[in-house]
T-cell receptor, first 110, second 114 residues
């Protein structure tokens, strides 16, 4: 079993739709959680950190469920520009090493 | 520099040749990480540097892979006797201190082994 797993998709949604991605992790000692966005042939860029109480940044909401060991990302009112691959990442320990999921591809259509 | 710089941006090499990939981290960033991303896959951790020591090299896939870092500056990832399965994008990231949330990735080196 992979340490961090995501549904690869692709998720094809119309503009304005709400879409949610889940990511499960196997190491219960994981301490920090992140969502990254990666555009085609580009490097990943941090979208948002995920806090225990859940957090929101505009149209994006991230949540953490430690008991079930998953994190989620909700995108409301999808825009064409949201089309990208979304990678979840998990950190355990103090080295800063991140373990990434394989990414979920989102395609927002007009 | 302003960001993490990697060179070359693209590299095509023949199977069996050695390659060196370079990463210039953001000035002052003590922690440096190498990852590999195969087509359509997530990022695989390769090695982590704190300063010029490598406390975690658990992700290096074989003894053909090695990396070094000069002080808190440039790092090189060397792949000896390249194989076709080494074809991937090699990404470098740096952060101010280990465990810092402010990872910054370089744009990567796309390696193709023919």
């Amino acid at each position: 079993r992979k340490e961090v797993e995501q549904d690869p998709g692709p998720f094809n949604v119309p503009e304005g739709a709400t879409v949610a991605f889940n990511c499960t992790y196997s190491n219960s000692a994981s301490q920090s959680f992140f969502w990254y966005r990666q555009d085609c042939r580009k490097e990943p860029k941090l979208l948002m950190s995920v806090y225990s109480s859940g957090n929101e940044d505009g149209r994006f909401t991230a949540q953490l469920n430690r008991a079930s060991q998953y994190i989620s990302l909700l995108i409301r009112d999808s825009k064409l520009s949201d089309s990208a691959t979304y990678l979840c990442a998990v950190k355990a320990g103090n080295t800063g090493k991140l373990i990434f999921g394989q990414g979920t591809t989102l395609q927002v259509k007009p | 520099g302003a960001g993490v710089s990697q060179s070359p941006s693209n590299k095509v090499t023949e199977k069996g040749k050695d390659v060196e990939l370079r990463c210039d981290p953001i000035s002052g960033h003590t922690a440096l990480y190498w990852y590999r991303q195969r087509l359509g896959q997530g990022l695989e951790f390769l090695i982590y540097f704190q300063g010029n020591s490598a406390p975690d090299k658990s992700g290096l896939p074989s003894d053909r892979f090695s990396a070094e870092r000069t002080g808190e500056s440039v790092s090189t990832l060397t792949i000896q006797r390249t194989q076709q399965e080494d074809s991937a994008v090699y990404l470098c990231a740096s952060s101010l201190v280990a465990g810092n949330r402010d990872y910054t990735f370089g744009s990567g080196t796309r390696l193709t082994v023919v």
